[in-house]
């Protein structure tokens, strides 16, 4: 199946600080979200950006779908920018499932 | 427009038992996907449906569980017999025909003592 690798693991930052997260995919892909893990455990869609570039407020994401990653970028964090950030993609050719990368765990610190 | 929903939120249960999650999907979306998350990783696909048709269950363990989605009322995941294995938030999404986006409700939090 589609591998999916994110990166960092986890990040520590400063309450301000600007911050890159990296997703890696091993497959052409039609689909490619990313999703927010709060604290208290609800997925929140950010983006659904299979190729391009978005903005949402601080956040913005861009996919090179030819070179297989996307990336997520958070400008001037806030402490409840805390929590897990998923990539996932959903692979040409597998129907409409999303595989998940392993997650960016990132806190933000007052 | 309501999000998904899911119920109950948390669930427990006993070895044995029988776990039943319940996803209704957003208003005008008839497509539905269920994933598992056990605690400290990301979220595996487990099956996809359609009103009354399962698409895929390539990701569902073959003995145990089931799952489905009825012309009137919302998806079923069936969970027979729980072990503690099974421990784990249990996400539903649903997206329209038309469009790839997929919503999460959110989830089900199942803990087998």
């Known amino acids: 199946g589609i591998q999916v690798e994110q990166s960092p693991p986890d990040l520590i930052l400063q309450e301000g600080a600007n911050s890159t997260l990296r997703c890696n995919f091993s497959d052409s892909v039609n689909n490619l979200q990313w999703f927010h893990q709060n604290p208290w455990g609800q997925l929140i869609n950010l983006f659904y950006i299979p190729s391009g570039t978005k903005q949402n407020g601080r956040l913005s994401a861009t996919t090179v779908a030819t070179e297989r990653y996307s990336l997520l970028y958070i400008s001037s964090s806030q402490t409840t920018d805390s929590g897990v950030y998923f990539c996932a993609v959903e692979k040409e050719t597998s129907g409409s499932r999303l595989t998940f990368g392993e997650g960016t765990q990132l806190t933000v610190n007052p | ?113």
């Open chain 2, 1 to 113: 427009n309501a999000g998904v929903m899911q119920n109950p939120r948390h669930l427990v249960r006993r070895r044995g038992q029988e776990a039943r999650l319940r996803c209704s999907p957003m208003k005008g979306h008839s497509h539905v996907y269920w994933y598992r998350q056990l605690p400290e990783e990301g979220l595996k696909f487990m099956v996809y449906l359609q009103k009354e048709n399962i698409i895929d269950e390539s990701g569902m363990p073959k003995e145990r569980f089931s799952a489905e989605f009825p012309k009137e009322g919302p998806s079923i995941l069936r969970i027979q017999q729980v072990v503690r294995g099974d421990s784990a938030a249990y996400f539903c999404a649903s997206s329209p025909p038309s469009l790839k986006t997929q919503y999460f409700g959110p989830g089900t939090r199942l803990l087998v003592l």
